[in-house]
């Protein structure tokens, strides 16, 4: 009877550790939605946040950067107000030109954010700044790459 207890006890947990956890990430659809949601407020408090945490930011400075993140935060939204219709909130496909204007104006919002970015900061602290960026961009291209090819896979 000892046997058979110590058995089953020893199959429940064998049993318990084969199953694979899944990690527990929002989904796309929820995410975006979040993001929708977000106004630029809360967009440039979290942000701010996260920086002064990795950048050790006096409290002027976080005031500095609250409000250059909230400007940028600000213009994007208006970008993406612009590149819906009005009739329902779904998006027009840009023409070639359209695309082109688009991706110039985001990199001149990164060139003038890096601009402000190196003002406020220390040259330390900046330092820092300029090693966090590669590193999100690396991920994001990573995982575009991921989804392209599952995208891929399924068709």
Request: glycine share 0%; charged share 40%; aromatic share 2%.
């Amino acid at each position: 009877m000892n046997k058979l207890v110590i058995i089953a006890i020893a199959f429940a947990t064998l049993s318990s550790f084969a199953q694979q956890k899944q990690p527990q990430k929002l989904d796309r659809e929820n995410r975006a939605e979040l993001r929708k949601s977000m106004t630029p407020t809360e967009i440039a408090d979290l942000k701010s946040k996260q920086l002064t945490l990795k950048l050790d930011l006096n409290d002027e400075q976080q005031k500095k950067v609250h409000q250059l993140i909230l400007n940028g935060a600000e213009d994007k939204q208006s970008l993406r107000q612009d590149n819906k219709t009005e009739k329902d909130d779904t998006r027009k496909k840009p023409s070639k030109d359209e695309m082109l204007k688009m991706k110039s104006q985001k990199l001149d919002m990164q060139i003038e954010m890096k601009r402000e970015m190196k003002k406020i900061l220390t040259e330390e602290q900046f330092a820092k700044f300029e090693k966090m960026q590669p590193r999100k961009q690396k991920r994001r291209d990573l995982r575009h790459k991921t989804n392209k090819v599952k995208l891929e896979d399924k068709n």
